[in-house]
């Protein structure tokens, strides 16, 4: 039934959500050349809020939950399981206080509204995974933004999505190298559950009436430890959340 309903949402749910990235190309455009970094940073932050809520089309809901009191004004490492897409729009609305920056494939910024504008100028790394010293050069500069402005990144250490939901491996080395720029960003891990559910069709249709959550779970000081223990000790804890310890 949920299958049979995504046939007649999905369209609305995909019209609207490249509608939205449409619209804020040029408001993005517009806030970084008159208002510079924090009217872009804000104009990003209400885009991944609409992008994040044109899933309420399909009866999608998204519910976040912290409970942990994490600081802000120091750079945090935040390490998720990752199940699609549709991870990162609620996770950059919801974590927009801490200034959350993303690694992505520097394919993506070309040619995609919204999304490709942002990468360019919104201080995450953008990475040529067939490059490794180009990844390690933006992974260190990415460190020493976090560093030098107190801003924070989210990290998916398994390395792809996970399309069944089944928390894949924990990698260290992305990690490792940031941590070297800024040794004392904490290290946040987030259990993301069920939005590998959405599109566990693909992208038509969409799944619908889905409840995905994202639940922050309690912080790890690094403390100089081996980054290989802090990322499995994080890995361990989201497996926990999912149950799948």
């Not at 050349?33 to 809020?49: E, M, P, Q, W």
């Not at 924990?170 to 004392?184: D, E, M, R, V």
């Not at 995905?212 to 912080?219: G, S, Y």
């Not at 790890?220 to 081996?226: H, K, L, R, W, Y």
Request: hydrophobic content about 45%; aromatic content about 10%.
């Amino acid at each position: 039934m949920r299958k049979l309903l995504g046939y007649f949402l999905s369209p609305i749910t995909i019209v609207l959500f490249f509608l939205v990235l449409c619209i804020f190309q040029p408001v993005q455009w517009l806030c970084y050349r008159l208002g510079g970094y924090a009217a872009h940073k804000r104009s990003v932050d209400i885009l991944n809020f609409c992008l994040t809520a044109t899933f309420y089309f399909l009866g999608d809901t998204v519910t976040y939950t912290n409970h942990q009191n994490l600081p802000v004004g120091r750079p945090i490492i935040f390490l998720a399981n990752h199940q699609s897409l549709l991870d990162i729009p609620p996770l950059i609305w919801h974590l927009r206080r801490y200034h959350a920056k993303f690694i992505s494939k520097i394919e993506l910024t070309k040619n995609i509204p919204s999304i490709s504008y942002n990468l360019k100028v919104g201080g995450g790394a953008n990475i040529d995974r067939k490059d490794q010293r180009q990844s390690i050069t933006e992974l260190m500069k990415l460190g020493q933004r976090m560093k030098d402005n107190n801003w924070s990144a989210v990290i998916f250490p398994e390395g792809t999505r996970s399309a069944d939901g089944v928390v894949r491996k924990f990698q260290s080395a992305g990690i490792a190298t940031i941590l070297k720029k800024c040794p004392h960003a904490l290290l946040v891990p987030i259990a993301i559950n069920n939005s590998w559910q959405v599109v566990r069709y693909g992208i038509y249709p969409l799944n619908t009436f889905i409840s995905v959550t994202l639940q922050v779970l309690e912080p790890i000081e690094p403390n100089g430890a081996p980054v290989d223990e802090l990322v499995a000790l994080a890995e361990s804890r989201i497996r926990e959340r999912l149950g799948q310890a």
